[in-house]
C-alpha cells in the first residue's frame, strides 16, 4: 500500500507540472517567424512603408534591429543584407566559432547596440494586475562580418512595464560568439496591458557588436485554475486511499 501511495503522490507532481508548462504564452511570434518582405534587412520602423526593410509581425522596432535567418545567418554568399562572422562567411573559409541555429531554430533576432541603438518592443496584453510572470528566452552575441575588435560586454536590458531588468553579460572576442544562453526573469504586472522591450546594450564601442534573441515566452508564474484542479484530485484521492489503508 505504501508503493501505491508513493505512485500516486508522483501522478499527482506529474499533472502540476504539466499544467505549470502548458500556461499560454502572451507574448505573440517569440520565435521571429513570421515577417514580410525578406529577412536580414533593417526592420522597418513606424507605419510608412519602405521596399528595403523587413516587417516583423507584432513587433515594433526603432534602432538598428534585424530579423536574420537561422540557416544562413553567417553565409556571406546568401541574397542578405547583413550576416554575422561564422563557420560559413566567405564559402566556409570564416571562423570555427560556434555560430549556428539558436536553440529553437529558424529566425532569429539581431540588435547592434552600438550604431543607432534602439528597443524592440511589443504591447503585451491579457495580464493580471499584480500575478507574477516568468519572461524566458534564448540569447548571445556575435559580430558583423568584415568587422574585427573585442566586444567585452554585451547584454539585453529588458522591460515589462516600469520594471526593468538585465541579462547577465556577455564577452565576445573578434571575429566570435558567445554561444546561446538560457534565462529567465519573473516580472510582476501592473496592467492588464503592458509594454515589453528589448534593448542591446554594451561596450566599448568601435567594433560591431550584435546581440540576438530568440525563443520569447512570457508565461504566468502562478499555477492556472485547472493545475489546481489537478492537484486537489490527486490529493483527494490520496485521502482516499490513505484512509481505506487506515480500514484495512
Known sequence: MHKSLAMLALAAASLCAAGAQASTNLVKNGDFELTSNGTSKQLNEGNYARDDRTYLTDWSSKGYNFVLNGNNIDDTNAKTALALWGPNSYSGRGPQNGLGVSPT??????????????????LVSGL????????SFSYGAGQQVGFRGDNLV??????????????????????????????????TATNSSELLSFMAKGSPSGAPPFMLLDGVSLVSAVPEPSTWGMLLGGLGLLGFMARRRKVS
Open 128 to 135: 493580471v494586475t499584480g500575478q507574477a510572470y516568468t519572461l
Open 154 to 187: 554585451n547584454y539585453w536590458d529588458v522591460a515589462l512595464g516600469n520594471s526593468k531588468q538585465q541579462t547577465a553579460s556577455l564577452a565576445n572576442v573578434s571575429q566570435g560568439f558567445t554561444g546561446w544562453h538560457q534565462t529567465s526573469m519573473t516580472f
Open 105 to 122: 531554430g529558424g529566425n532569429v533576432l539581431a540588435a547592434d547596440w552600438d550604431y543607432f541603438p534602439g528597443p524592440v518592443t511589443q
